[in-house]
């Protein structure tokens, strides 16, 4: 999956291609590991895009993770 920008000031966009008919979630969590945002979502088999606003946000990095079938991506986003 890919975030953009990264770092990021007002928003930033996360990209994941989807699988058609599988559960996905996305959790955002904080540099001490709180969960910050949780997404469950079900994949269509096209690009999944979502928006997160970060103006209420501490500035420091998140840690993104997108769970799906068993299998767990994550990168970190910068937000100043």
Excluded: C, W
Excluded at 51 to 78: F, S
């Amino acid at each position: 999956f890919n975030i953009y920008p990264n770092p990021a000031h007002d928003q930033f966009e996360l990209f994941y291609q989807t699988k058609e008919n599988v559960s996905f979630t996305i959790e955002m969590m904080d540099a001490e590991g709180r969960k910050v945002n949780t997404k469950s979502i079900v994949g269509n088999g096209m690009l999944y895009s979502t928006r997160y606003e970060t103006a209420e946000l501490a500035r420091g990095v998140y840690l993104i993770v997108v769970n799906e079938e068993g299998r767990r991506l994550h990168q970190r986003v910068v937000v100043y």
